[in-house]
């Protein structure tokens, strides 16, 4: 039976350089429905830009910023970075087993960046947030995919490498693995972290 393993995109597929001063250049164009200096706290609160928009701005102006955003996603899509190991592993994996990306980035620069990046063909499914249809404190988007194909808690492995990763992992009640091989994270557990891309299939066929 084919397992499914779902991946993150920022920083666990790709290495993707920090925007987060030209959202706020963005953002900036903008009135802020609160005081500035909540402005770093609120920021680390998004969990999608979609998010961030609304946290930030008066209601009006929310779908305007949200989509200058996605605009600039789509423009430095050739800032993105894949090393040749991470396309190596992809091609091994999908000839046994099931891949999908679940990302809380936007649906349009997502598609965008793995069709440019020659990878969409290894996944079978791929999820993009749309205005807010992607919250990784919400387990809904993995689930759903394992009920459509038919796949087990047990049988799934979710990389990525934030700490909100790990929670949706725990959230869902399947298996973890953190995407270390860009940048350590201190907020994952040691026991979980791979910090290789070259024994990434190792990693995961430990776990399946």
């Known amino acids: 039976m084919k397992k499914a393993i779902i991946f993150d995109f920022d920083n666990t597929l790709v290495r993707n350089p920090d925007s987060i001063i030209q959202i706020k250049g963005i953002l900036a164009k903008f009135p802020l429905s609160l005081n500035n200096r909540y402005l770093s706290e609120k920021i680390k609160e ?21 989509d200058e955003i996605v605009k600039l ?16 592993v992809l091609q091994n994996l999908a000839s046994k087993h099931l891949l999908f990306v679940v990302s809380a980035r936007d649906h349009i620069s997502l598609n965008l960046s793995l069709r440019e990046l020659g990878i969409i063909k290894y996944f079978k499914k791929v999820l993009g947030d749309i205005r807010g249809s992607i919250n990784k404190n919400d387990p809904s988007a993995v689930l759903n995919i394992l009920e459509e194909y038919f796949i087990t808690t047990k049988d799934c492995i979710y990389i990525g490498d934030k700490e909100l990763d790990y929670k949706l992992s725990l959230a869902v009640g399947c298996k973890f693995i953190g995407a270390a091989w860009y940048k350590k ?5 040691e026991e979980f972290q791979c910090h290789d891309a070259d024994t990434l299939e190792e990693f995961i066929e430990k776990l399946l």
């Open 46 to 66: 998004a969990v999608t830009d979609f998010h961030l928009c609304q946290l930030l701005l008066n209601e009006e102006d929310v779908d305007k910023a949200y």
């Open 185 to 189: 994270s201190t907020h994952i557990p």
């Open 73 to 88: 996603k789509v423009e430095n899509i050739k800032s993105l970075y894949i090393p040749q190991q991470i396309e190596r």
